[in-house]
C-alpha cells in the first residue's frame, strides 16, 4: 500500500493504473542482465512478459540464451525448432516474421532458440559491427510491440554485449543472497563501458531483488545492502522465493496464469506497474 514500508526499507510509491493504448509500436527494449546464473532471469522475462500483456502491452520475449531455457519455460521443445535467433541473427534472408512465434499467452510473442545459438558468439567475431548485430534485426520489431525483453545469458560475453547494444534499459534481477552481490561492480562496468563505447542511451532500468526470503537476518541486510549500494535504482518490488515459479516452468507457462492468485503473480503484475511508471509512458 502506498505511504507503507516495503521489504526494501522504503515507502511503497502510489503506482498509476497503466492507461490503456490503441496503437502498438515504439517499442522499449530491455535486457533481462546478470552474469551470475540462477538469479531469476528467465522466470523475470516471462512474468514480466505476462503481466505487461495483462496491461494491454504487446510484447515480444527475445530468448538470447543458448540454453534455451526462456524457450522451454514457454513450452517449447529446443529439439523441434525450424528457427531460432540464430538463424535471424546469420543469415541475411532470414526475417524476423520467419523466427516470432506466438505463445499462449496473449499479447505476448517469442523470438525463440537453443544450443545452435552457442555458434553465433564465435561466428559474429568476424562480423563487421558485430556488436550491432541484434540491434540490426530487432529493428521491424520495434514498429510492432510496446515492449522488448531480452533474456541474456549468464556471462558477459558477445552475446551479452549485442544485447546491451540492442537495449534501451537493463533491469539487473539480483538473488537476495551476499554471493549474488560481489559481482554486480563488473556487469555495471561493462554497462559503463557498452553505454560510453557503443550504446549511449543506455540506461539502468532499474535492480529487483529476486528470492527474497524476510524471514532470515541475511535475506534482510542483503536486501539493506542493495538499496545502499543502488539506492533508488532498486525497484520497490522484491520477488520471494516460492516453489510455484518452479512449477509454473514445468508447466511451461507464466504464474499469471499458472497460479493467477499467487503472491508470485501478484509480485509480477505490481513489477509490471512500477516498469510502466518507470521506464514507458504509463
Not at 102 to 110: I, K, Q, S, Y
Not at 133 to 143: C, E, G, K, Y
Not at 157 to 163: F, H, P, Q, S
Amino acid at each position: 500500500m502506498p505511504g507503507e514500508t516495503g521489504p526494501t526499507g522504503r515507502p511503497w510509491p502510489d503506482l498509476p493504473e497503466p492507461r490503456p493504448i490503441g496503437i502498438h509500436g515504439n517499442a522499449r527494449i530491455i535486457a533481462m542482465c546478470n552474469q551470475k546464473g540462477g538469479v531469476g532471469k528467465t522466470t523475470t522475462t516471462i512474468n514480466l512478459g505476462a503481466a505487461l500483456a495483462e496491461h494491454g502491452r504487446k510484447v515480444l520475449l527475445v530468448d538470447f540464451d543458448p540454453q534455451g531455457s526462456l524457450s522451454v519455460g514457454l513450452g517449447m521443445n529446443p529439439h523441434t525448432m525450424d528457427m531460432t535467433v540464430y538463424n535471424l541473427l546469420m543469415q541475411r534472408d532470414v526475417s524476423l516474421e520467419d523466427v516470432v512465434v506466438p505463445t499462449h499467452v496473449e499479447g505476448v510473442d517469442l523470438l525463440p532458440s537453443n544450443i545452435d545459438l552457442s555458434a553465433a558468439e564465435v561466428q559474429l567475431v568476424h562480423e563487421v559491427a558485430r556488436e550491432q548485430t541484434l540491434s540490426r534485426v530487432l529493428q521491424d520489431a520495434i514498429n510492432a510491440y510496446d515492449v522488448i525483453l531480452i533474456d541474456c545469458q549468464p556471462s558477459l560475453g558477445l552475446l551479452t554485449v549485442n544485447a546491451l547494444t540492442a537495449a534501451d534499459g537493463v533491469i539487473v534481477p539480483l538473488e537476495c543472497e551476499y554471493f549474488a552481490l560481489r559481482g554486480v561492480a563488473l556487469l555495471k562496468n561493462t554497462i559503463d563501458k557498452v553505454q560510453e563505447r557503443l550504446n549511449p542511451r543506455l540506461k539502468i532500468d532499474g535492480v529487483l531483488g529476486t528470492m527474497f526470503d524476510g524471514r532470515t537476518l541475511h535475506g534482510r541486510e542483503v536486501m539493506q545492502r542493495l538499496v545502499e549500494a543502488w539506492g533508488d535504482d532498486v525497484f520497490h518490488t522484491v520477488i520471494r522465493r516460492t516453489v510455484k515459479f518452479s512449477d509454473s516452468t514445468v508447466a511451461g507457462e507464466p504464474i499469471t496464469t499458472y497460479a493467477g492468485t499467487s503472491a508470485g503473480a501478484e509480485s509480477y503484475r505490481t513489477l509490471a506497474k512500477e516498469v510502466l511508471a518507470r521506464c514507458l509512458d504509463v
